[in-house]
């Protein structure tokens, strides 16, 4: 019987389950884009429209202003007398009137009425100036105005109902791809059986919690307390009732293409760490009778819901940047220089730095590029240990420079520090830890040649590799500069979420329509296939199908992702509730025990969780003990983000070496397979060394050498 990704992979099926599964999320994040475009958008006509026409903002709801109810005519004389009379037969039916004086004063009354008639003509005067200021060009560009803030207005009240049908649309996606992240890929029947059974069961405890909570706020409603967002407990149901309904038949339709046997162990390293997650988190809440904990901390997810769909859309831009020749051409300018692969790979990361603080997080800079940037290290002679080193830690190197997601999430979470004192303190500890990865590689990488081609040959090949890259410059310059202009507003860690998939899709279209450039997979595959000269010719590819693809690829990948996230926020939660942390002293006595412990658990908190989720566990938890114990914010938050870092390079999860073992495939080489210990893991001891050595300097250097604070960490 065939599986799914057979049956989807034959002519004809493969379109049809594209859009299947790519037109659902282009909506999704379609309106995404549309909501963080919008509200920049409507900002900006808002001060168009004050500065255009005065009053704007009375003009833009002129049709709920009425007439003033007063009268600006009336005989102010008469009305005197009328008041007059009238409280001087109060005090006639007042029998205590003598008590509390019964005297008339007119003068009083005059100055109130004359104050009243000199307000009523203010109004009319004001009225009147509205109406002759209410033009049709005021009511043309107020009703657009109006309908874009309703339909910004629709779109940002309902973030939640965007971030769940992400969630559970991507999930299904990678469930039924089998794409989940797991500590090694299934390679056997019994790894996909054992596979199977756990996300099987963890999606069934997903669906429970959900059912359980959904029944205590409807009860809890059902007795007068006003409960938010009710409707969203019926999406968690429905979806992850939709979740355990796939498991269930991938269950019954088992895969045939694989060998019928494998070793118990490594089926258990088969398993989704989302699934490990959920279980471990389920069980630990049962056991304190919360039953319910994974649907509540994962509609505390959901607070963040902007930050998370905002994730999205860098997937997006990482996904549609795979569609692209960009990488390759970027490659194009240090390929003339012929450097050997030791400074080959100090010049991949600083190059890279910067794709991945705009791409979000490290693991979308892996998926987008690290293909091709492991084959660039690779045709430079780099050896496949050292070349799976350096795409995985490419993926660390940029966390802290502007507009990277993760600083923004820290920044939004506290006032203690601001992401400028972040970025700033973020281009410091890049270069430190290209430094750290230059000095290991020289000394621990073997001997080789450390020359490069002559300067006569290695400027002009520069110079002419550049000419190609002008139109990428020119596009990516143009949205920026339209959107200054327009919105007035330029590219930051805050506008980078919109901005960036317009500069991708332009520079699709670009390469699409007027560059006619060949797929990118083709033209990458064919030099590592067959000879230039016998690639076979292949058909173009469209804007819409590659943007189609490029939503299609990232739909799984967003699924893998928010899935494991979701089930860290739970699994902070447990690490919040358990009360572990709370046997952490809150006074040490020492900076240094403090900083050493501090960094050992944040460094655990890493590999074992996401960063967003980890962010939310440790500025509700370690952020407090860091500053009671005199350890300055910007310093500690460096340090916290470096640790992840270090997190995600460190085994048994390792995140990044997992996702660039996602995009590269298994080592194949000898070394790799039979060579020692230190040959076959290379790959994991360098990044630990780089990054552990880096995590050393910044989080002991500012207390041994203060002048070491002031350059790395800028804190003065």
């Known amino acids: 019987m065939a599986s799914l990704e057979q049956s989807l992979a034959r002519p004809g099926v493969l ?25 920049t958008l409507h900002s900006r006509l808002l001060e168009i429209g004050g500065a255009t026409w005065p009053d704007y903002f009375n003009l833009r709801v002129i049709d709920q202003v009425g007439e003033p109810a007063c ?43 004359a104050t009243q008639a000199q307000a009523c003509q203010r109004d009319w005067a004001s009225w009147h100036r509205l109406q002759a200021l209410d033009t049709p ?19 940002t009240g309902n973030r939640r109902v965007l971030l769940g049908l992400m969630l559970l649309f991507c999930a299904a996606a990678a469930t039924l791809r089998r794409q989940h992240i797991a500590l090694r890929p299934v390679e056997s029947q019994r790894d996909d059986r054992v596979a199977t059974v756990a996300q099987l069961v963890a999606n069934s405890l997903l669906l429970g919690s959900a059912w359980l909570y959904r029944d205590q706020e409807l009860a809890q409603a059902a007795a007068g307390m006003p409960i938010a967002h009710l409707f969203m407990h019926d999406v968690w149901v429905v979806g992850f009732g939709v979740l355990t309904l796939i498991s269930l038949w991938q269950l019954g339709r088992p895969r045939t293409d694989l060998p019928a046997h494998g070793g118990w162990g490594r089926a258990l390293l088969s398993v989704p760490l989302y699934s490990i997650m959920c279980l471990s988190a389920a069980l630990q809440f049962a056991g304190h009778g919360f039953y319910h904990g994974i649907a509540v901390y994962l509609n505390m997810m959901a607070e963040l819901s902007a930050l998370f769909l905002s994730l999205g859309l860098y997937v997006w831009v990482g996904m549609l940047l795979a569609r692209t020749h960009l990488p390759r051409k970027v490659f194009d300018l240090v390929r003339p220089w012929q450097l050997p692969p030791k400074w080959l790979g100090v010049v991949v990361l600083l190059l890279t730095a910067l794709p991945t603080a705009y791409s979000g997080a490290s693991g979308i800079f892996i998926l987008a590029a690290g293909m091709t940037l492991y084959r660039e290290l690779r045709r430079a002679g780099t050896s496949e240990q050292l070349a799976l080193a350096t795409t995985a830690i490419s993926g660390s190197m940029g966390t802290m420079l502007r507009p990277c997601l993760l600083v923004v999430i820290v920044a939004t979470l506290n006032n203690t520090v601001t992401t400028d004192e972040l970025f700033s303190a973020g281009a410091r500890v890049l270069l430190l830890t290209a430094l750290m990865y230059a000095l ?43 959107w200054e202009w327009l919105l007035g507003r330029g590219l930051d860690e805050f506008s980078a979420p919109a901005i960036l ?83 952490f002293p809150e006074t040490l006595g020492s900076v240094w025990l403090t900083l050493g412990l501090l960094m050992a658990m944040l460094v655990l908190i890493g590999m074992i969780m996401d960063p967003y989720g980890a962010v939310l566990l440790v500025n509700a938890t370690l952020a407090p003990i860091a500053l009671d114990n005199g350890i300055h914010p910007l310093h500690f938050w460096v340090m916290t983000v470096l640790a992840f870092e270090m997190g995600y390079l460190t085994p048994p999860v390792a995140l990044n070496h997992l996702l660039t073992r996602q995009v590269v495939g298994m080592p194949t080489s000898w070394e790799s397979l039979h060579g020692s210990f230190w040959q076959r893991n290379f790959r994991y001891i360098l990044p630990v060394l780089v990054m552990g050595t880096t995590l050393l300097l910044v989080t002991f250097g500012p207390a041994a050498w203060p002048a070491f604070g002031d350059l790395v960490l800028a804190l003065g």
């Open 15 to 39: 379109g049809v389950s594209r859009w299947l599964s790519g037109v659902p999320m282009l909506v999704i994040l379609v309106l995404t884009l549309l909501a963080s475009v919008g509200e």
């Open 71 to 113: 009268n600006p005519e009336r005989n102010l004389e008469q009305a005197v007398e009328r008041a007059v009379a009238a409280r001087r037969q109060e005090l006639a039916d007042d029998p205590f009137a003598d008590v509390f004086g019964g005297q008339v004063d007119r003068g009083a009354i005059r100055e109130s009425l």
């Open 137 to 155: 060009a005021v009511r043309v560009f107020a009703t657009l105005e109006a309908g874009l803030s309703q339909a910004v207005v629709l779109v």
């Open 440 to 482: 290991y590689v020289l000394f621990l990488g073997g001997r080789s040649s450390l020359r490069i081609a002559p300067l006569s040959q290695a400027i002009p090949g520069t110079l002419r590799a550049l000419v190609p890259l002008l139109p990428y410059v020119a596009a990516f310059a143009a949205v920026v500069l339209a």
């Open 501 to 583: 998939p317009l500069v991708m899709l332009l520079i699709v279209a670009m390469e699409r329509w007027w560059l006619k450039a060949p797929d990118p997979e083709s033209a990458d595959a064919a030099p590592d296939t067959v000879p230039p000269t016998e690639t076979p010719p292949t058909p173009p590819v469209g804007f819409r199908q590659a943007v189609l693809r490029a939503t299609d690829d990232s739909t799984a990948l967003i699924g893998a992702l928010l899935m494991l996230m979701a089930l860290s926020v739970s699994v902070g939660g447990l690490v919040e509730r358990s009360g572990l942390l709370a046997l």
